[in-house]
C-alpha cells in the first residue's frame, strides 16, 4: 500500500501558517486605515522601501541570498519579475486607494473574483482545461460581474483590476523559477529607485501629513514593510507544507475578513447590485470549491489504494 504524498499531518502543520497569512491580509484594512492622511503614492512608496530590508533579514535567516544574487544574473528572470513588480505595485496601490475612500467591500470582491481569474489565466496562456462545474463556476461569476455593470460600475474598476493584477502577477510567478521571499526581495529592489523618489519627494514637501511630518505615521509607514514581509513568509511556509488545493480553501478567509470590516466596522453601504454579486460570487465559489474538494478527495483515494 503506498503512502500519500500530501498526508493529513502535513495539511495540518501548515494550516496554522496559512491562517495566519490570511488573516493578517484579512485585517490589513484596519491598519491602513490609520495612514488615510497620507497620500496613497506615499504608502506605497514606503511600504517597498521598509519592506526591503526585512525581505534581506528574512533570506540571510533562510539563507536564501544566494538565490536573490542567482535570479539577479538571470535575464530573462528578471525581465519577467520586473513586469510582476509593476503588476504588484498596482495592486498595492489600487488596494490602498479602496481602503483610503472606503471601498473595501469592492476589494473584497476582487480577491474573491481571483481564484476564477487564475482559472481563467491557466486555461488561456498554460493550456489548462476547465471542468465542467468549473466552467459553471465561472459562467456564474461572469454574471454577477455583468449585475456590477448595470448597477456599480463606479467600483467595479476596484475589483476587476484587483482580480486582473494579482492573477496576472501569480501567472508570471508561476513560470519564474524563483522562490516566493527572494523574488519579492528582487521586486522591491527593482520598485526601489521610483520609491525613494516618491519617498523623497513627499518628504521635501512636508506637507504634515507623510513620513517625518509625525512620530506616529512615520513608525506605521516604517510597519508597512513588516505588514507586506510577514504575511508572505507565512504563506511561503504554508505552500511547503500544505497541497495547492487545500491552500485553495483557505484563501478566501482574507475577503471574507474584509467583507466583514467593510459592512460592519466602516459602515459601507452594500448597494443592491453588490449583493446579488456577491450573492452569485459565493455560490461560484462553492461550485468550485466542491470541484476541488471533489479532485482533492480522488487524489488521496488513488495513493492510498
Known amino acids: 500500500m503506498n503512502q500519500p504524498t500530501a498526508p493529513a499531518a502535513s495539511e495540518q502543520r501548515g494550516l496554522p501558517y496559512a491562517l495566519g497569512a490570511y488573516a493578517i491580509w484579512g485585517f490589513v484594512p484596519?491598519?491602513?486605515?490609520?495612514?488615510?492622511?497620507?497620500?496613497p503614492v506615499e504608502v506605497l512608496a514606503q511600504r517597498i522601501v521598509w519592506s526591503l530590508p526585512l525581505c534581506f533579514v528574512i533570506m540571510a535567516f533562510r539563507r536564501q541570498i544566494g538565490d536573490y544574487m542567482s535570479a539577479l544574473k538571470n535575464w530573462r528572470a528578471l525581465r519577467l519579475l520586473?513586469?510582476?513588480s509593476v503588476l504588484i505595485a498596482l495592486n498595492w496601490l489600487v488596494y490602498i486607494h479602496a481602503v483610503f475612500t472606503d471601498h473595501v467591500l469592492a476589494a473584497s470582491l476582487g480577491y474573491y473574483l481571483n481564484p476564477l481569474v487564475n482559472v481563467l489565466l491557466g486555461m488561456i496562456f498554460l493550456g489548462e482545461r476547465l471542468s465542467r462545474l468549473q466552467g459553471a463556476a465561472v459562467v456564474i461569476a461572469a454574471i454577477g460581474v455583468a449585475i456590477l455593470l448595470a448597477g456599480a460600475l463606479d467600483t467595479l474598476w476596484i475589483?476587476?483590476?484587483?482580480?486582473?493584477?494579482f492573477g496576472t502577477y501569480g501567472?508570471?510567478?508561476?513560470?519564474?523559477?524563483?522562490?516566493?521571499?527572494?523574488g519579492?526581495?528582487?521586486e522591491t529592489t527593482l520598485l526601489l529607485p521610483l520609491s525613494l523618489a516618491a519617498a523623497g519627494y513627499y518628504l521635501w514637501l512636508g506637507d504634515g501629513r507623510g513620513f517625518g511630518a509625525d512620530v506616529e505615521i512615520s513608525w506605521l509607514l516604517a510597519a508597512a514593510g513588516v505588514v507586506t514581509a510577514v504575511p508572505l513568509l507565512l504563506f511561503a511556509t504554508a505552500a511547503r507544507r500544505m497541497s495547492y488545493a487545500a491552500l485553495g480553501f483557505v484563501q478566501y478567509l482574507a475577503p471574507s475578513i474584509a467583507f466583514l470590516l467593510g459592512l460592519f466596522v466602516f459602515d459601507e453601504p452594500l448597494k443592491p447590485a453588490q449583493l446579488f454579486c456577491f450573492l452569485l460570487i459565493w455560490i461560484s465559489i462553492a461550485v468550485f470549491s466542491f470541484d476541488m474538494w471533489r479532485k482533492m478527495?480522488?487524489?488521496?483515494?488513488?495513493?492510498?489504494?
Open 171 to 182: 501567472l508570471i510567478r508561476k513560470v519564474v523559477p524563483v522562490g516566493s521571499l527572494p
Open 297 to 305: 478527495r480522488a487524489e488521496r483515494m488513488i495513493e492510498i489504494a
Open 30 to 39: 484596519l491598519f491602513f486605515k490609520l495612514l488615510e492622511t497620507v497620500p
Open 159 to 165: 475589483s476587476l483590476t484587483l482580480a486582473l493584477s
Open 82 to 84: 520586473l513586469a510582476s
Open 184 to 186: 519579492l526581495a528582487i
